[in-house]
């Protein structure tokens, strides 16, 4: 079964190919950050090289129907500027079917967001909010139905298919997952889902000891799952950013205002024990920044993480933690970095996110250390640092990469493997 493009002879084939052309736009429709579209472009050069003709299919934002503002029309400027080639545009993507059949080799068709249609997503549009039990499981059960046929319609327009949207990948949708099925032996990953999956595979199922995860961000509720499965597979765990006072708070400290989730807290105890019981060194600041507002111009003080006063609360990690941390990357050969140590978003306490961004590209480029990058915060922070090309991998996946790291088997990817 054929699983990557390398191999695949596209000569005279014509491949439906899912891609992640949900980028930001400016009110003036204009593309501000194309990251995501400059990504697919190997995958996409691959297949025209090959001898192939390409059909791309992707979602824009979340309309509740044919929508103007989220019509892929206004990206396909920056598509034909970043591949080199004209773009031919379908304006339904149930209605290619003569563009299809008349597209010649070499040429690429983008077709219409597909989320102006219920049957991507699978679920019904257009209930009243009063809407009975009943109506909801009718309504569920016939656009299901509908989502067959407009699976099997994209499916017509091509002879392979390419999945190349990681950051779809965790959702069962009918571009992502069920279409696949329409081709059984002409499915497979391009060239951003095949470095996303073995990128993740290196640090939880195949990595280089000792292994270091860092998770931050804000709440552990989110995280459970990533925690949890990742005491099972690393050596070391740095619990930073908010999330760090749910433990501290769990483990009888003062944490002021901090934020905290208390219904967490024994969660929190029984991922510590987890890591005890399986010896695996878990950090937590000793000591961090604190403001005595959530303002970027606060009045701040380095306080002991367990003994932050009353009207403060802790917003970055202090050199004091930053150094233990920054040890404790040097020294291992595997790192995985998810959230951002401190408030991010407001300068005064982007310090500490920023370090960890500078020591693993230290750590990559002296050591030898495999580093991955993934989550919102943290890829912003590498590429604010012009670190993004200096770190082993950086992630485009969110939520999908947080699902794969909790273990889960995402649709996506199941679709091309089985």
Not at 150 to 165: E, G, Q, R, V
Not at 334 to 356: D, H, Q, R, Y
Request: proline share 3%.
């Amino acid at each position: 079964m054929q699983k990557f493009i390398d191999t695949y002879n596209f000569e005279g084939k014509k491949v439906i190919a899912r891609v992640d052309f949900n980028v930001p736009l400016d009110k003036d429709f204009k593309v501000t950050d194309a990251t995501r579209i400059r990504a697919a472009v190997p995958t996409i050069k691959k297949v025209l090289d090959g001898g192939g003709a390409i059909i791309l299919m992707s979602h824009l934002g979340r309309p509740k129907g044919v929508d103007e503002k989220f019509s892929l029309k206004h990206i396909i400027y920056k598509v034909e500027e970043l591949l080199g080639v004209k773009v031919l545009f379908c304006p339904d993507c149930m209605k290619a079917d003569q563009m299809a059949k008349d597209l010649k080799m070499g040429e690429v068709l983008l077709l219409e967001n597909l989320r102006f249609y219920a049957e991507e997503e699978g679920k019904p549009r257009g209930l009243a909010e009063d809407a009975s039990d009943e109506e909801k499981k009718a309504a569920k059960a016939k656009v299901k139905e509908s989502q067959k046929e407009f699976t099997k319609h994209l499916a017509s327009y091509a002879d392979c298919y390419i999945n190349d949207a990681f950051g779809t990948a965790h959702r069962a949708h009918a571009s992502t997952a069920l279409i696949a099925s329409y081709f059984p032996e002409d499915k497979m990953f391009g060239y951003i889902m095949e470095g996303e999956i073995k990128a993740i595979d290196k640090v939880v199922k195949e990595p280089q000891h000792p292994v270091t995860a860092i998770i931050g961000g804000s709440k552990v509720s989110s995280k459970i799952g990533i925690l949890q499965n990742l005491v099972e597979k690393v050596d070391n765990m740095v619990i930073g950013g908010g999330m760090a006072f749910t433990f501290v708070k769990a483990k009888g400290g003062k944490i002021g205002n901090s934020i905290c989730e208390d219904d967490q807290m024994q969660v929190a105890l029984d991922i510590l024990k987890a890591a005890e019981d399986k010896g695996v060194k878990i950090y937590i600041p000793k000591s961090v920044v604190c403001a005595d507002k959530f303002e970027n111009d606060a009045n701040k003080q380095v306080c002991p993480i367990d003994q932050i006063p009353d009207g403060w609360e802790g917003m970055d990690g202090s050199a004091e933690s930053l150094a233990e941390i920054e040890g404790v990357i040097m020294n291992s050969k595997t790192v995985l970095w998810n959230g951002p140590i401190g408030v991010f978003e407001m300068p005064s306490f982007a310090v500490g996110t920023l370090e960890i961004a500078k020591t693993l590209a230290k750590a990559t480029q002296e050591k030898g250390c495999f580093t991955l990058v993934g989550g919102g915060d943290s890829v912003a922070a590498v590429n604010q640092m012009g670190y993004a090309d200096k770190v082993s991998y950086v992630s485009t996946g969110g939520g999908a990469m947080l699902e794969y790291l909790e273990g889960k088997v995402l649709p996506g990817i199941k679709a091309i493997l089985d």
